[in-house]
């Protein structure tokens, strides 16, 4: 696909950007000797590879991805039910699988989660001094660059720097809510509960599913991310169980309560980066579907 092309040649763009910053010009000359060393001797090693090179474990995943890019979009998640379960219940705890995550973390995430360690997740975001979370708040700045989004988000990240994290919350609620129902392009007067489920979302993935080509894209977005930020959104937008007239509010960040002056809740660092990791999950996943969009035509 021409979006993983694209991102391989900024990331080369980068590279010799940084090279001719930090070498003089015979540095250089003798770094793109040994480089084209190293080219030749690679492509001697395995121009004579063959597909026996692969085990045949190896072998049967690729014919298994080969057969599954064949299925409709009801048979491909029906076999797949079990990835699209451990998906939602990560959403479901406030978790969206997102771009900065992999299967191996994925599950990682659900063991925690079963083990009631889940809020230990924030260590996957602010490990390695921030990088995940640092590289969210860099997307997010660069897509909000226009108000009323750029206001909100820039409130939502001061608050959150000042440790304020009920503001931050806020401010990160109502724009989940404004760049959804932009992005999904709601009917008005639709509630909440229709809205953040399955069946809201059930004409978009349609038309989506049809759009992607390849295992890899439909495994993403169909089994890991769209599960996730669907349960995601059901869990703040709609009660549920936890109504005013019951008196209970929920354990965890829900828009009426918190927009409504009703929470009493003390907000917690990690249900702020929760919010930041679903916002940003949310942009991403609609960017790639516009792009395969754009393939397409």
């Not at 040649?9 to 980068?14: I, Q, S």
């Amino acid at each position: 696909m021409s979006f993983y092309q694209d991102n391989m040649t900024n990331l080369l763009k980068e590279f010799a950007k940084s090279i001719s910053g930090n070498f003089d010009k015979n540095q250089i000359q003798n770094l793109t000797a040994s480089l084209q060393q190293f080219s030749l001797a690679l492509k001697k090693a395995t121009e004579n590879i063959s597909l026996n090179f692969f085990t045949e474990e190896m072998q049967n995943y690729i014919a298994e991805m080969k057969e599954s890019e064949k299925l409709s979009q009801s048979e491909f998640e029906a076999k797949y039910s079990y990835e699209i379960e451990v998906c939602k219940k990560l959403g479901r705890a406030g978790w969206v699988v997102s771009e900065h995550s992999n299967p191996r973390e994925v599950k990682e995430w659900y063991d925690l989660l079963v083990d009631q360690h889940d809020t230990e997740i924030i260590t996957y975001f602010e490990g390695d001094i921030g990088y995940i979370l640092t590289n969210i708040f860099q997307s997010l700045e660069q897509k909000y660059c226009v108000e009323p989004n750029q206001r909100y988000y820039s409130k939502a990240k001061y608050f959150f720097e000042q440790e304020d994290y009920m503001t931050s919350s806020m401010y990160l609620v109502a724009l989940i809510e404004a760049r959804t129902n932009e992005l999904m392009n709601y009917p008005k007067g639709i509630r909440y509960k229709q809205k953040y489920s399955v069946e809201g979302f059930e004409n978009h993935l349609q038309t989506e599913f049809e759009k992607a080509d390849s295992f890899f894209t439909k495994r993403y977005l169909f089994l890991d991310v769209y599960p996730s930020i669907i349960e995601f959104l059901n869990r703040l937008f709609v009660d549920g169980e936890y109504t005013f007239e019951n008196g209970v509010e929920p354990p965890y960040i829900n828009r009426n309560w918190l927009l409504h002056g009703r929470s009493c809740r003390m907000i917690e660092r990690y249900e702020c980066i929760q919010l930041f990791n679903g916002l940003s999950a949310i942009e991403f996943a609609f960017s790639l579907c516009n792009r395969l969009e754009a393939e397409e035509g």
